[in-house]
């Protein structure tokens, strides 16, 4: 296996052993796994598989830990895929530019990390593409490792034993006010998680934060709001991230522990079509320090 740094602080591209070899292999798979856990994002390039693609994604997915059901409302919901589109199924013509999946894709260009807001948050996710738009439509990454290197030893240390409230709600609420359904947030309340994700492999630190926070224990929501957004705008600064330009064959997948991503625009008379599965965080992961001590189990 050869591993290509892709930027100073974040992502590798993998060369030598496929997805299919680590959904198939133990030891392709820990290869890969050290891989993970030490660049955040890795890239798959050419993995060229036909119709074998879905099992494949799956089966490389499974290795990682528990995969998540798309979301309630969602494409996909209740399968392992997560599907990020602007073609309609139904009729196969894009969607308009106000239409629900539209206004998704552009919450997606929001900074966040996936499923901050769930019960349960997400280790990786691995997303493949399936048809590409040509112009626009790149996926960005930043690590919050470095984020986390960046910041003052005060700050630090009081964000060290920090808790945050995230709410797919909040995020959803930056594009379009109803743009989260009543029945979306009655299945998917608030969680709140700790402000630094300890890597209990290597015991690096990193910012846990996504466009999904909205406040802060102990802080008044303005000064919350404020915070959160001067930590953003630290995370995502000019030169601190990766692009990734989409070629056929690719699947990138990344850490939502410690790296935030967007997806970038696109022309609205392009189709974009995206297959995401995700892995649930487990204890192993480090999960268990992330829960606030009156919530601890
Ligand atoms: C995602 C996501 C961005 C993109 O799949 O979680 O945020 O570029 N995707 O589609
Ligand atoms: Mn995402």
Redesign the pocket.
């Known amino acids: 296996m050869q591993t290509i740094p892709l930027h100073p602080e974040v992502a590798a591209e993998i060369r030598g052993i496929t997805m299919a070899d680590v959904a198939r292999d133990d030891n392709a798979y820990r290869a890969v796994r050290a891989a993970f856990e030490e660049h955040s994002v890795l890239v798959f390039r050419d993995q060229n598989v036909g119709d074998q693609i879905d099992q494949i994604q799956v089966g490389y997915s499974a290795k990682f830990g528990p995969l998540e059901t798309a979301k309630v409302a969602s494409l996909g919901e209740g399968t392992p895929f997560?599907i990020?589109t602007n073609i309609d199924k139904d009729s196969g013509a894009l969607v308009p530019p106000t239409h629900k999946e539209a206004l998704r894709?552009r919450a997606?260009?929001l900074w966040?990390t996936?499923s901050s807001f769930r019960e349960t948050p997400a280790l990786a996710?691995v997303?493949s593409a399936r048809t590409i738009p040509g112009v626009g439509?790149?996926?960005?990454f930043v690590s919050m490792r470095a984020t986390w290197n960046r910041l003052s030893d005060a700050l630090r240390a009081k964000l060290s034993n920090s808790y945050a409230w995230h709410s797919y709600a909040h995020s959803r609420g930056k594009i379009d006010p109803s743009l989260a359904s009543q029945r979306e947030q009655n299945a998917l309340p608030p969680a709140c998680w700790r402000l630094r994700w300890r890597n209990p492999v290597n015991g690096r630190d990193a910012l846990y934060l996504a466009s999904h926070t909205y406040a802060i224990e102990g802080l008044p929501d303005k000064d919350a709001l404020a915070l959160i957004d001067e930590l953003t705008a630290l995370a995502t600064a000019p030169g601190h991230s990766y692009e990734?330009t989409?070629r056929p064959g690719d699947f990138v997948m990344w850490d939502n522990r410690a790296t935030m991503?967007?997806?970038?625009p696109w022309p609205d008379n392009l189709p974009?079509y995206?297959i995401?599965t995700?892995i649930a965080a487990t204890d192993a992961d480090g999960l268990a320090e992330m829960r606030p001590p009156r919530l601890a189990a």
């Open positions: 997560s990020l894709a997606n260009q966040h996936d996710s997303l439509g790149e996926t960005e990734h989409w991503h967007r997806g970038r974009r995206m995401r995700t």
